[in-house]
């Protein structure tokens, strides 16, 4: 299902012209979630390409993608499908009650050595 | 050599030994660290999105402070370099952003990414340089096999941070010679360890972790070092390997000579 004004606002959110990709699979090979994810980093950028975004929205692969930059670094025609993965994942958070990470959620999953990085970046990626 | 130093929130609470060691070390090879006096949180992973703003500003005021200063602002956390460096560059590059970040901000003078923001490792290396501080070690580590561990946020994206060559990367290699020690080259040292997702999906933190450890061990290593707080963490309370993981600061303490002091 096409849907034009969602794909026009991930597009401007992420700065990603997904037409630049030549769909070689190198994001995807590279990722080291690879496993973990429904949707891989090549089917982020064909789909949202598509226009075919609200299957990815309601996808885990969204709070899976470890933001650790190696498809960014490894597309050999700098597509970054991890700002893709990112700007789908601020399409849903910013809407009313999109939040996926609730701060009364945290204490449960705090130990003496956490370190705060992992809360803050945990909540930059998952709240607004 | 004096440079603004931003320390990020973790190294002032779980992390400690991550700045004291540094700011021990520092003193010992005559490098004086500033801490900024208002920092704030870079917030721990780089908002990529090109409409995000407010979420940068802490790091633009970083930035700024520091180019007031007039000097050079350095990182210790990989996280928070990754950051700064990051949004840096967007206040460099972008327009956009650039403008307003300086509406939010009201800035009298326009900021264009004029600060040099660098990595202490980079300072060591480039600054005070690796043969130097080949010299200035009094203790040796002779014989230890060190694992270097870049994981993702010290060299990527290669062509923003500028850190080292981001598939085959030497300087922390360089560093561990410099201490006396022997670097161990392993496959997964530039490999991403999950860290992010321990709050959100445990196992999958777990799994990363313990596949980068395992790595590290099976090529001979006795000892990790790392520059992440985050890092530290899940590779050694995640990861199933008991392979200990220090700071890289921690070393270098110890090489100088003191580490007692920190
Ligand atoms: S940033 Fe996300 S999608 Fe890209 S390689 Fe890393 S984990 Fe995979
Ligand atoms: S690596 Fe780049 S060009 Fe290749 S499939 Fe992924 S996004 Fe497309």
């Not at chain 1, 959110?13 to 973990?36: F, H, L, Q, W």
């Not at chain 2, 005559?30 to 090109?50: F, H, N, S």
Request: aromatic share 6%; proline share 5%; glycine share 6%.
């Amino acid at each position: 299902m096409e849907n034009t004004n969602l794909k026009e606002r991930i597009l401007e959110i992420s700065g990603v012209n997904p037409r630049k990709c030549m769909k070689c699979g190198k994001c995807s090979a590279t990722c080291p979630n690879y496993d973990e994810m429904e949707y891989h980093p090549h089917q982020f950028v064909d789909m949202v390409e598509k226009g075919n975004i609200e299957p990815l929205m309601a996808s885990e692969s969204l709070w899976t993608c470890l933001s650790c930059f190696a498809c960014v670094e490894r597309c050999p025609r700098s597509v970054e499908p991890a700002k893709l993965i990112e700007a789908v994942r601020l399409a849903v958070i910013r809407a009313q009650g999109g939040n996926h990470l609730k701060p009364q959620d945290i204490p449960d999953k705090l130990d003496d050595e956490l370190p705060q990085q992992a809360i803050v970046s945990a909540f930059r990626k998952y709240s607004k | 050599m004096t440079y603004s130093y931003y320390p990020g929130c973790t190294l002032k609470t779980k992390a400690k030994d991550l700045d004291r060691y540094a700011r021990a070390s520092a003193a010992a090879l005559g490098i004086e660290l500033r801490e900024l006096p208002d920092w704030q949180c870079c917030g721990g992973v780089y908002p990529m999105a090109k409409d995000e703003i407010a979420t940068k500003l802490s790091s633009v005021r970083a930035l700024i402070a520091a180019r007031d200063a007039g000097t050079d602002l350095v990182t210790m956390c990989s996280a928070c370099h990754n950051v700064l460096k990051q949004v840096n560059h967007d206040m460099a590059a972008d327009e956009n952003v650039a403008a307003k970040a300086a509406n939010y901000m009201k800035l009298d003078e326009p900021y264009r990414g004029e600060t040099k923001v660098i990595h202490f490792l980079e300072l060591l290396r480039d600054e005070v340089g690796f043969d130097e501080l080949k010299k200035r070690v009094v203790k040796p580590l002779t014989g230890v096999k060190i694992a270097p561990y870049y994981g993702c946020l010290l060299l990527r994206p290669g062509r923003v941070m500028g850190f080292d060559d981001p598939e085959n990367p030497v300087v922390i290699e360089n560093f561990i010679r410099a201490l006396g020690a022997t670097p161990v080259i392993w496959a997964m040292r530039n490999e991403c360890c999950g860290g992010y997702a321990t709050l959100e999906k445990k196992e999958i933190a777990e799994k990363k972790a313990t596949a980068v450890a395992d790595n590290a061990l099976a090529n001979g290593a006795q000892l990790m070092i790392t520059a992440c707080p985050l890092c530290l963490y899940n590779l050694t309370k995640n990861a199933q390997s008991g392979l200990p993981v220090k700071y890289f600061t921690e070393l270098l303490a110890e090489a100088l000579g003191v580490k007692e002091d920190a």
